[in-house]
């Protein structure tokens, strides 16, 4: 289903992303717009080339040949001497090599399409963590600007207070060097914001001014995962693309060591129909039937064939039987039957690696996101507490009980933990994907998001 998905998605015009881009249409132009799905693509239809190839092994061959000779003898006639020969050969047995090398073929394309579901998936992934950062980033603009404007707000408090003798200099200078950081802060965050909307443009390849539709906080909803540590492990053995791959890769393997380990004959028959003589009406027209047949065995071949044919208007039957043996006459045959021994166990212990690594990958990351999903609930109640904290201070403060400074102090330590707090979700996000898609997960499909239309 990958593969037809990926063409449809290269057939398709490309996007307008004239309005703003919100995260499913991101995903779709990305998909769109890649061209390294359509290179996977082709490399589909040249597998489907190699196929039909391969089927051309069983349909039988016609050839034709043509042959003369001159001999000049001093004081007699010129004699000319032709031939015309027409061969059809049918194979009848291949010995099973057809059928393994078709295996192989399959295999080959499982592969490939196993690559491009690993692609797509990683696609996905990666422009759904830009759009989460882009977010985010947009959140920690919004944030700044309320910290700069409520800083700025205690600075012009403060420069009443200096003048009126109630504030001492040095106060009023940390206060002054606080605002200058604020906003040398947005500052950064702006340039940020302007290499990652940069990147991401490339990476959905489009030059059109794009605008991310969401909020950080309103569009999506996080939960615990829906599903259990133990179900999404137990799910990698069958949905993982990267432990399917490898089983592959196995099965791969074992047809190759089949292929060369085959010891079964090759059988073919073959007629001829041939006219011999001179350019004249008393040619000679012969026929016959014959057939061959090809055993290599343990680094030794034998080859034998036998025909039968007869002249034309002629009662006569001639028979010709050739055999021959090499005994260890193809001694790469050892080699390469170490050599695909040696890659079967290869296989076998990448395929084990490759599904214990990825359940080990994925428990440790599930163990990772459920923290992260508590932090975030601890950070959002600091958060409320923080507030509580600055509305209590600026009381004490307009009654001479506490300094200014102090309150500054406070507003930085809320601004720092609001910014904390919006990476934490985008982190929360960013883990999520790179589960499902280490698993082979859909998106959303363990169940930590809930994506809300704001549009």
């Known amino acids: 289903m990958e593969k037809y998905l990926s063409f449809f998605c290269i057939l398709l015009p490309p996007l307008c992303c004239s309005s703003p881009l919100d ?27 190699k196929s039909a190839e391969l089927a051309r092994s069983l349909l039988p061959v016609l050839s034709f040949s043509f042959s003369g000779n001159l001999s000049r003898i001093s004081f007699e006639n010129d004699y000319r001497q032709h031939t015309v020969e027409a061969v059809l050969k049918q194979p009848v047995w291949d010995g099973g090599r057809f059928r393994l090398q078709r295996k192989i073929l399959r295999l080959d394309m499982i592969l490939e399409n196993f690559n491009i579901i690993s692609y797509r998936a990683a696609l996905i992934r990666r422009t759904r963590e830009n759009f989460f950062n882009l977010l985010r980033i ?3 603009i919004k944030i700044q600007k309320e910290y700069e404007a409520a800083a700025g ?10 003048s009126l003798g109630m504030l001492i200099e040095i106060d009023y200078l940390e206060i002054l060097q606080n605002v200058k950081q604020a906003g040398l802060e947005l500052y950064m965050l702006e340039n940020e914001y302007t290499s990652a909307l940069a990147d991401f443009k490339i990476l959905l390849d489009i030059d059109d001014e794009i605008s991310c539709d969401g909020n950080l906080h309103e569009s999506f909803i996080i939960f615990l995962p829906r599903l259990s540590s133990e179900e999404t492990a137990d799910m990698i053995p069958r949905r993982s693309s990267a432990v399917l791959k490898t089983r592959a890769a196995l099965s ?23 006219l011999l003589g001179p350019f004249s009406p008393q040619k000679t027209r012969d026929y016959g039937l014959g057939i061959s047949l ?26 010709e039987v050739q055999s021959g043996a090499g005994i260890l006459d193809q001694p790469q045959y050892f080699r390469n039957l170490r050599e695909k021994q040696l890659a079967v166990l290869e296989a076998e212990n990448e395929a084990r690696a490759a599904e214990k690594q990825t359940v080990i990958m994925v428990k440790s990351m599930y163990k990772r996101c459920t923290a992260l999903y508590r932090q975030i609930k601890y950070e959002k109640e600091q958060l ?9 201070r600026e009381l004490q403060v307009s009654l001479g009980e506490e300094k200014r400074l ?5 507003l930085i330590e809320q601004n720092k933990k609001k910014l904390a707090h919006a990476l934490s979700v985008m982190s929360y996000l960013k883990l999520a994907g790179e589960i499902e898609e280490s698993a082979g997960l859909s998106p959303d499909e363990l169940g930590c998001v809930q994506i809300i239309k704001t549009r």
């Open 153 to 162: 707000q205690q600075l012009q408090i403060a420069e009443k207070e200096k």
């Open 252 to 274: 791969r393997a074992g047809a190759e060591l089949d292929s060369v380990k085959n010891f079964f004959p090759e059988i073919a028959l073959d007629s001829f129909y041939r």
């Open 138 to 140: 947009e959140e920690s």
């Open 23 to 49: 995260i499913s249409r991101a995903v779709e132009t990305a998909l769109q717009n890649d061209r390294t799905l359509a290179l996977f693509n082709r490399k589909n239809r040249l597998n489907k080339l």
């Open 406 to 410: 102090q309150l500054m102090d406070d």
């Open 384 to 392: 409320s507490v923080i507030a509580e904290k600055i509305r209590l």
């Open 294 to 319: 090809s055993w290599g065995l343990a680094g030794s071949s034998v080859n034998s064939s036998g025909n039968i044919s007869s002249e034309e208007n002629s009662s006569v039957l001639r028979s």
